[in-house]
């Protein structure tokens, strides 16, 4: 599975959006973006995913670029619980075997 | 549908003991892991496992032994505890397609002394 880097940490008003950025520079045509969040230390969370286009659930929003190397995850109204730390990781979508994390975003959303 | 479940939530061992954290899905999901996560730090693979009778070595797979006997349960056993051991471990749980991904336990607290 490709290799991904997130900045470490990142802060976020509540009521605003919150842009969590994510390099995937090696990414393969089969393999998918996943985000997972983990809330102090409470077991991931899944959030949302995609392959080549855009993607939106009640959670957040995913926008993969045109060359499928970067990604950011966009939550539109960051609230005080969505502090946690934030994972992007790439897998192969079918018969996947395992998940490897990396070392995340830490978002810190304050009043 | 529970999801996810593991046994014990918390658990203290002494050097040397042995163990078996339990972890069962109801969800017929294929694929299940063991992750264990220590302090301040990401999670990192122990096992994984693809299907019943089908096992294999994540990132630290070291002094931990799996069997998948069924597709619900997948014990994760620790032979002779180090207080390096001593960590959060988290079960997971996943269909093999395209989807959601994998479902976490809520995790066990181990403590090695």
């Known amino acids: 599975d490709a290799k991904t880097t997130q900045p470490p940490s990142m802060d976020c008003a509540e009521g605003r959006a919150a842009n969590l950025p994510c390099n995937h520079s090696?990414?393969?045509?089969?393999?998918?973006v996943y985000w997972y969040r983990q809330i102090h230390s409470q077991g991931p969370q899944y959030i949302i995913h995609g392959l080549k286009n855009n993607e939106t659930n009640e959670m957040a929003s995913l926008i993969i670029t045109e060359d499928r190397k970067s990604s950011t995850l966009i939550l539109p109204h960051a609230t005080l619980r969505d502090t946690a730390v934030y994972y992007c990781i790439v897998r192969v979508g079918y018969n996947t075997d395992k998940l490897i994390f990396g070392t995340g975003t830490r978002l810190q959303v304050f009043p | 549908n529970a999801g996810v479940t593991q046994t014990p939530k918390f658990q203290v061992l002494k050097t040397g003991q042995s163990m078996t954290l339990q972890c069962a899905q109801d969800?017929?999901?294929?694929?299940m892991s063991w992750y264990r996560q220590d302090p301040g730090m990401g999670l990192r693979l122990i096992h994984y496992?693809?299907?019943?009778?089908?096992?294999d070595q994540g990132e630290v797979p070291n002094g931990y032994n799996v069997s998948r006997s069924t597709t619900e349960d997948f014990p994760l056993r620790l032979l002779s505890a180090a207080p390096s051991q001593t960590s959060v471990y988290f079960c997971a749980s996943s269909w093999t397609g395209e989807g959601e991904g994998y479902t976490f336990g809520s995790g066990t607290r181990l403590t090695v002394v």
């Open positions: 496992s693809v299907g019943a009778g089908i096992t």
């Open positions: 969800m017929n999901h294929e694929y």
């Open positions: 090696t990414i393969s045509g089969n393999e998918y």
